[in-house]
């Protein structure tokens, strides 16, 4: 049921599953938004890197001297203005680098009073590599005879990961039908609409000002305090409107730093901003990955086993890509009930583009496995797979081998829900009895399901965040939290708490959660967790200053509290809603009396979940959630192409708070993983990027957004802000697979190396044709019909 | 900016013919109009301006589309969005309508125009296929000896390669012009790409011929990404000319396309997938001139 938002709620309304808009929505659309990018402080100069441009070198000389004498150059450095500040995940990067290990790796930058002083000045610094032989596969990176690309690092071994639940041997004789596939999930990249820029600014005392895209403030302070010879307490960030993160900016980049050391260099502040050429370059990638997955079951369609062997293209560096396995494992073991579990996962060094965190992490490249083997085992038991996931399902109160307590399991109803939305069963038999029927257009459906965190993921010591709120003499609220806002919607989300709780009109709220100095710690946007921690956060310290003004409206009136609610900008009496005193007239009351009192109230929130742990045995999240997306679709089987007819979605999201947030996430996250399914891929040629452009490199845009059709249920999350649980992830997780299943359905053929582009289909269609029937066919369209 | 741009110290916008060919006399003037392909072509690197910038925007003369007589003929800063809207062409040329609907994106068809599409020569561009079909000439207007000179080029000897044709620097390319198509005249394009909005063709391909007596006559095909330039198909044409259009000469039409196209491998498609689309493409025009 569709509720409409009232600016103000009054006693019986709630706002909670209304549409409320995004507050800086009118600034943004129509231009009035000042972006980090169009940001200019008085004397700044322009920062500019030169990039390495090969894959893997010796630099065997530097000569800067040209550069340095170009008139408006205040500063060049390189490699030796960097050497030991080590930054990363395994402190294996550094800002300006004296070895080559991937094409964007940044050699020299230059700080000069124009951009294109900059250039010209990056143009004359002249550098002799010698190159080296390079490693572009994570199988290459692992053979013994692999150039080795960090020499601390042997074998060319990032990080590692496992985890063994239950007797896979036994489980595995105990099966009827085992999938055995390797899948070959590919690089792709965020492709923010504001590309990568920093400015950085030191004062006498040596502290740095950051105006900076990141998506986590507070740890972001620790990680780039290594890379500049810092102490992180120096460091203040401030996050100016963004044009998009999408995990991308859930890391330090060499940008960041290099903006920093030119700044610290020069006395002056000093602002790096990327092209989008460069953005294409030299931002993180999703983590492509070589995953070995077995799934078995018996005769009657029980999962027996999973097993996922998986291999990742680390790229040159450790960002947060080769921590994916941490999630990539949770699906594998909790993504129907599976009673035997083994994954392994290893992080390759190469000399390709690093991978970074991608909304979805890890999971997306997972479920394209998962999803398409649970599909594949319907098939060889001759079950509908909806059956044969319905038999599989976990139901509320079940534990996962990891621990994972699905405490609200909705995934029975979402499969339910959706199916039945979508004629699913009907349209699935009489797509698959047309495949080999002639014609060139195929129909198909396919369902796909995941699981993912949904109340974050205590991959730190603590999931938690700080929210301050204060109340001024006229009843605006001030909300002073830790919580990013990045484009995702967490400011309507908070706004809307806050009305809801305090009764006051939206505008009313005011937001302030861009400046280290200021706000209290909060992890980050990640993890779908926002909403979730952020909104518990924000809900308690509303309430909290609920009970402070409701207490000394008691006091005033002489009327209990507990009979007392806040509606409509008044205190109200709770059972009729009759308004008694207005709220700004009560606060200055309480402000300007003989023992005076101002509300401003703090909160720490930290879910109930558990630290990940070595052992990846823990309630790392405070709450999980399922979607299921079924896809119909129509190939064209002669040039391949998918056109996307229709997608229908159920997700438990615990409880809806802002609607249209909700929905837009949905549209958006599916946006992300249909072009993941069908068009974006990074081509890389020996480590160098041939598509660095939006022409050549494929994201979907509007005309190829298909009908959405949305269901949400409300599963009403116990430890969830009114129930609701993180959503932004799922949206982009499922839809890969779900396609991949309507191509089978429709074609009879699978794609184990994502994109499904048109190319790839046609092949794929074509070379299923030649093994039917080779060479008899004169013309295209006659080979449809052997 | 980049420094390139720093390299124009002169810029003229003429109302006159005469004046901007004098200005481009030397050889030594970049021409703009839409800018759709100079502009990100210039940012890249990829192209140089030379000192002289010459808008050929206010030329009066250069735009339009005249379309009474025996002879189509359409200015060269016409803009592909105003291809789009031609009634006229809608209906003495519908093939041009469609391949200028499945252009790049509306902001690009409102820039973009046909010489500059034309001038171009890239082996995709979208309005080369249907113009070849149609029997398009180029006519190049220069200044020499104190007057205009124009000669016409018919546009299948205009491309040289990418990037290339045989336009000399100081010409200008002022129309496009072709002979209003006979009765019984049809044409087909179809194009493809991995995305339906804001493609640049994988693969284009485009058939005019006039039909009578359920035979082909006078046969064009053209095809657009299979080799430097966009090209005649001339044994796809040769395997239709005078034939019934059955399905006997579609197979034959088919096989011969794999004689006319050589496609390469590059980052937006295989040669493998460039020559079976033209297959697919070939017998898909065919087929859809036989069911009218």
């Not at chain 1, 209304?18 to 322009?46: C, E, F, H, S, W």
């Not at chain 1, 990327?274 to 077995?294: C, D, G, L, V």
């Not at chain 1, 998962?370 to 079940?398: C, I, R, W, Y």
């Not at chain 2, 430097?228 to 395997?239: D, G, M, Q, S, Y």
Request: hydrophobic share 40%.
């Amino acid at each position: 049921m569709e509720k409409t938002a009232n600016a103000t709620p009054t006693a019986k309304q709630t706002l909670i599953g209304t549409r409320v808009k995004k507050p800086d929505a009118p600034d943004k659309a129509t231009g009035k938004t000042r972006y980090i990018n169009d940001m200019v402080l008085p004397q700044m100069l322009i920062g500019k890197v030169l990039f390495a441009g090969r894959p893997h070198a010796k630099i065997v000389r530097i000569d800067t001297s040209a550069a340095e004498q170009l008139p408006g150059v205040h500063a060049v450095l390189t490699g030796k203005d960097a050497t030991g500040l080590k930054f990363g995940f395994v402190r294996d990067n550094v800002a300006l680098k004296d070895k080559v290990r991937c094409e964007h790796d940044e050699i020299a930058a230059v700080a000069a009073e124009s951009e294109d002083i900059a250039r010209q000045a990056v143009a004359l610094i002249e550098v002799e590599y010698e190159d080296l032989p390079g490693v572009f596969t994570p199988e290459d990176g692992a053979r013994e005879d692999a150039p080795l690309i960090h020499d601390n690092f042997p074998g060319n071994k990032s990080l590692a990961f496992d985890f063994q639940h239950g007797d896979v041997a036994a489980a595995e004789a105990a099966s009827d039908f085992v999938v055995d596939n390797v899948f070959r999930p590919h690089h792709v990249t965020h492709c923010c609409m504001g590309t990568s820029c920093a400015i950085a600014d030191f004062d006498h005392n040596g502290k740095l000002t950051i105006w900076t895209q990141t998506q986590y403030p507070y740890n972001y302070k620790m990680d780039l305090a290594p890379a500049l010879g810092l102490h992180p307490g120096d460091i203040r960030v401030i996050q100016p409107p963004i044009g998009g993160a999408f995990g991308s900016k859930l890391d330090v980049y060499p940008y960041e730093p290099i903006a920093a050391l030119l700044a610290r260099k020069t006395g002056r502040p000093v602002k790096v901003i990327y092209s989008r050429e460069e953005e294409f370059k030299a931002s993180p990638t999703r983590q492509p990955a070589i995953i070995h997955m077995r799934t078995g079951c018996t005769r009657d369609g029980t999962l027996t086993f999973r097993s996922a062997d998986v291999l990742l293209d680390n790229g040159a560096y450790t960002s947060w890509g080769p921590t994916i396995p941490v999630i990539m494992m949770r699906t594998v073991s909790g993504h129907y009930r599976v009673p035997a579990v083994d994954f392994k996962a290893q992080a390759i060094y190469t000399n390709n583009p690093y991978a970074g965190s991608f909304r979805g992490y890890g999971n997306v490249q997972c479920t394209y496995a998962t999803a398409q083997q649970m599909d594949m085992l319907a098939d060889m038991v001759d079950m509908d797979p909806l059956a044969f996931h319905l038999k599989n399902s976990q139901k509320s109160g079940e534990i996962t081998p990891q621990k994972s307590f699905l405490r609200e399991c909705a995934l029975v109803e979402c499969l339910e829900t959706a199916a039945q939305a979508s004629d699913y069963s009907r349209k699935r038999k009489e797509y698959a009895a047309q495949q080999d029927a002639p014609g060139r257009y195929k129909k198909g459906i396919g369902l796909a399901s995941s699981i993912h965190n949904a109340g974050g993921a205590k991959i730190h010591k603590s999931d938690g965040i700080g929210t301050i709120l204060k109340m001024d003499d006229y009843a605006r609220v001030t909300v002073i939290t830790g919580a990013s806002e990045i484009g995702q919607g967490i400011d309507a989300v908070i706004t809307l708490i806050v009305s809801e709780e305090l009764g006051v009109p939206l505008e009313h709220v005011t937001l302030v959660n861009n400046d280290s100095d200021i706000a209290p710690w909060d992890v980050g946007v990640h993890a779908s967790r926002t909403t979730f921690i952020a909104g518990n956060g924000t809900r308690r310290a509303a309430r909290k200053a609920k009970a402070q003004i409701l207490a000394a409206a008691e006091k005033v009136l002489g009327e209990p509290a507990e009979t007392l609610e806040l509606r409509g900008g008044s205190v109200v009496r709770d059972q009729c809603g009759t308004p008694i005193i207005k709220l700004d007239r009560l606060l200055r009351q309480m402000h300007f009396q003989a023992e005076p009192e101002l509300v401003m109230v703090t909160d720490y929130y930290e879910p109930k979940s558990e630290p990940e742990g070595a052992q990846h045995m823990s309630d790392h999240s405070a709450a999980y959630s399922h979607a299921v997306h079924i896809a119909e679709i129509t190939v064209d089987t002669l040039t391949g192409e998918i056109k996307v007819d229709k997608v229908t979605v159920a997700q438990d999201v615990g409880r809806i708070i802002n609607r249209m947030g909700l929905e837009g996430q949905v549209e958006g996250g599916l946006a992300i993983g249909l072009g993941y399914a069908l068009s974006e891929n990074m081509l890389l040629d020996h480590g160098l990027l041939k598509n660095a452009s939006f022409r050549d490199y494929k994201l979907i845009t509007a005309p190829e957004m298909p009908p959405l059709d949305l269901h949400f249920i409300e599963s009403d999350c116990a430890e969830g802000p009114y129930g609701a649980k993180g959503i932004s992830e799922l949206p982009t997780i499922v839809i890969a697979p779900a396609i991949a299943n309507a191509l089978y359905n429709a074609t009879g053929v699978r794609i184990f190396n994502p994109p499904m582009s048109p190319e790839t289909v046609a092949r794929a269609i074509h070379e299923r044709r030649m093994q039917t029937a080779p060479g008899k066919a004169t013309t295209p369209s006659e080979a449809l019909a052997v | 900016m980049s420094e390139t741009i720093e390299a124009i110290t002169t810029y003229l916008a003429p109302r006159r013919l005469d004046e901007a060919l004098q200005a481009m006399a030397d050889g030594e003037a970049t021409v703009l109009c839409g800018g759709t392909d100079l502009a990100p072509q210039t940012e890249s690197g990829a192209r140089q301006y030379k000192a002289r910038l010459l808008n050929i925007n206010r030329v009066e003369g250069l735009g339009g589309i005249a379309a009474d007589g025996g002879e189509i003929r359409i200015g060269a800063t016409t803009t592909v969005a105003e291809i789009r809207r031609s009634a006229a062409l809608a209906k003495i040329a519908p093939v041009l309508v469609e391949a200028a609907e499945h252009f790049a994106s509306e902001q690009i068809r409102n820039a973009a125009s046909l010489g500059g599409n034309l001038c171009n020569a890239s082996p995709a561009g979208d309005m080369s296929p249907p113009l070849l079909v149609l029997g398009a000439a180029v006519e190049l207007a220069c200044w020499r000896d104190g007057a205009a000179h124009t000669r016409r080029v018919p546009l299948e000897q205009f491309f040289v390669g990418p990037g290339k044709t045989v336009k000399l620097a100081q010409e200008l390319l002022t129309a496009v012009v072709f002979a209003r198509p006979a009765p019984g005249f049809v044409a087909r394009f179809r194009k493809s790409g991995p995305r339906p909005a804001l493609e640049i063709s994988t693969v284009s391909v485009a058939l005019g011929a006039r039909v009578a007596d359920g035979r082909l006559g006078d046969v064009r095909v053209a095809m657009g990404s299979v080799a430097p330039t966009p090209l005649r198909a001339r044994h796809v044409e040769a395997a239709l000319e005078g034939r019934p259009l059955d399905a006997a000469t579609v197979a034959a039409a088919v096989a011969a396309a794999a004689e006319d196209a050589k496609p390469i491998d590059d980052v937006r498609a295989s040669a493998w997938y460039r020559s079976h689309l033209v297959k697919v493409f070939v017998e898909e025009v065919l087929d859809d001139v036989r069911g009218n």
